[in-house]
C-alpha cells in the first residue's frame, strides 16, 4: 500500500513521464490483514480509515479517485468538515448519486471511472481484489497503448508543457547535523522541527 498518494508526490520529468516520491507511509500489504493506522493527507483518507473500520490496498484506489477528481476539477471533491466520522459515510453514499463535479467540460468516461473508484464499500471499488485490469480496460482509456507507456516509447502530452515553461530547481542539502538531533530527540517539539520536512520516529507503522 502505497497510502499517500497527491499532486505533490507525483514528479514530471522532463521526458513528460510521471513518477511517484515518498514512500514514507507505503507499506506491504497481505491480502487478508487488515491495517488500521491513520495515515496519508485528511483530503484523501478513504471511509474505512475515518471510520476505524481496518483497511486493505483497496485504499489506494480511493485515493486514486480524489487524485484524479482534483486533477480535473482542481480542488479534491469533499471538505475536511465533511471528512469526519460521524458525517463521512452519508456524504460519501450520497456522492455515489449525486456527486457534484463543478465543471461541464468531463467527459462521461472520465466521470464513470472516478465514481467506480470512490466507492465507500472498498470491495466494490474499480480494479479491487487486484483487479487493476479493470482500470486499463475502462472506456476512459479506449486506444490508449499501455505497452508504449510502460515502454517510454510514446510521446508525452506534458513534455511540450515542460519544454516550453521549464522550472529551474536547485538542489538543497539539508543540514545532516539536524537530522542528526532530530533522531536522538524526536519529542516533536518546536525546536527539533525542520522546515520542508517530515519526520516518523521508530514507531513501527501498521
Same mark, same amino acid.
Given at each position: 500500500?502505497?497510502?499517500?498518494?497527491?499532486?505533490?508526490?507525483?514528479?514530471?520529468?522532463?521526458?513528460?513521464?510521471?513518477?511517484?516520491?515518498?514512500?514514507?507511509?507505503?507499506?506491504?500489504?497481505?491480502?487478508?490483514?487488515?491495517?488500521?493506522?491513520?495515515?496519508?493527507?485528511?483530503?484523501?483518507?478513504?471511509?474505512?480509515?475515518?471510520?476505524?473500520?481496518?483497511?486493505?490496498?483497496? &485504499?489506494?484506489?480511493?485515493?486514486?479517485?480524489?487524485?484524479?477528481?482534483?486533477?480535473? &476539477?482542481?480542488?479534491?471533491?469533499?471538505?475536511?468538515?465533511?471528512?469526519?466520522?460521524?458525517?463521512?459515510?452519508?456524504?460519501?453514499?450520497?456522492?455515489?448519486?449525486?456527486?457534484?463535479?463543478?465543471?461541464?467540460?468531463?467527459?462521461?468516461?472520465?466521470?464513470?471511472?472516478?465514481?467506480?473508484?470512490?466507492?465507500?464499500?472498498?470491495?466494490?471499488?474499480?480494479?479491487?481484489?487486484?483487479?487493476?485490469?479493470?482500470?486499463?480496460?475502462?472506456?476512459?482509456?479506449?486506444?490508449?497503448?499501455?505497452?508504449?507507456?510502460?515502454?517510454q516509447t510514446m510521446e508525452s502530452p506534458l513534455k511540450t508543457l515542460?519544454?516550453?515553461?521549464?522550472?529551474?530547481?536547485?538542489?538543497?542539502?539539508?543540514?545532516?547535523?539536524?537530522?542528526?538531533?532530530?533522531?536522538?530527540?524526536?519529542?516533536?517539539?518546536?525546536?527539533?522541527?525542520?522546515?520542508?520536512?517530515?519526520?516518523?520516529?521508530?514507531?513501527?507503522?501498521?
Open positions: 500500500m502505497y497510502r499517500d498518494l497527491k499532486p505533490e508526490n507525483v514528479l514530471l520529468f522532463d521526458n513528460g513521464y510521471a513518477k511517484l516520491t515518498d514512500f514514507g507511509l507505503a507499506k506491504k500489504s497481505i491480502d487478508d490483514e487488515l491495517s488500521k493506522t491513520v495515515s496519508g493527507t485528511p483530503f484523501y483518507y478513504a471511509p474505512e480509515m475515518v471510520l476505524k473500520l481496518g483497511y486493505r490496498k483497496e &485504499v489506494d484506489l480511493w485515493t486514486l479517485g480524489i487524485y484524479l477528481y482534483e486533477l480535473s &476539477v482542481y480542488e479534491p471533491p469533499f471538505t475536511t468538515e465533511q471528512i469526519t466520522r460521524a458525517k463521512f459515510k452519508n456524504v460519501v453514499l450520497d456522492a455515489e448519486n449525486n456527486r457534484n463535479w463543478k465543471s461541464s467540460n468531463l467527459s462521461n468516461e472520465l466521470k464513470d471511472m472516478i465514481n467506480g473508484l470512490l466507492k465507500f464499500n472498498p470491495d466494490q471499488r474499480l480494479g479491487s481484489k487486484g483487479r487493476w485490469d479493470l482500470i486499463k480496460n475502462h472506456a476512459f482509456f479506449e486506444g490508449f497503448n499501455w505497452s508504449e507507456l510502460e515502454q515542460i519544454n516550453k515553461y521549464p522550472i529551474n530547481v536547485k538542489p538543497h542539502k539539508p543540514n545532516t547535523n539536524d537530522i542528526k538531533g532530530l533522531n536522538k530527540n524526536s519529542s516533536g517539539d518546536a525546536e527539533h522541527k525542520i522546515d520542508g520536512w517530515t519526520y516518523m520516529g521508530p514507531k513501527k507503522q501498521g
